[in-house]
Nanobody
Framework: QVQLVESGGGSVQGGGSLNLSCAAF????????MAWFRQSPGKEREGVAS???????RYADSVKGRFTISKDNAKNTLYLQMNSLKAEDTAMYYC???????????????????WGQGTQVTVSS
């Protein structure tokens, strides 16, 4: 079973950028559909971006044009480049993996079985 470890979170001013990383251990990332989710206190976990096994990507409307998901299979690492950050992007960010072809590309959290511990992103206005 794949283990996921996120890094790269932090505090940034509005308009700034952060690049999140998610290192995978124990399994080959190329065998999984991957996604980034976020959750703020009192809110449900929401899908931010997903990437399937052939690098098709999908984004939440709220981040389109600002965030880019990518992966490096050689490094077994998933990334989320976040630009033009807004205060409403403040949340705990999680990477997730699914081995199920049915859920590849999904932004629904119920399709993902493997989760990292999260990394906090705080954007000040």
């Amino acid at each position: 079973q794949v283990q996921l470890v996120e890094s790269g979170g932090g505090s940034v001013q509005g308009g700034g950028s952060l690049n999140l990383s998610c290192a995978a251990f124990g399994e080959d990332l190329s065998l999984y559909g991957m996604a980034w989710f976020r959750q703020s206190p009192g809110k449900e976990r929401e899908g931010v971006a997903s990437i399937d096994d052939v690098d098709n990507t999908r984004y939440a409307d709220s981040v389109k044009g600002r965030f880019t998901i990518s992966k490096d299979n050689a490094k077994n690492t998933l990334y989320l480049q976040m630009n033009s950050l807004k205060a409403e992007d403040t949340a705990m960010y999680y990477c997730a993996a699914t081995p199920s072809l049915f859920w590849y590309g999904s932004l629904q959290p119920q399709g993902y079985h493997n989760w990292g511990q999260g990394t906090q992103v705080t954007v000040s206005s």
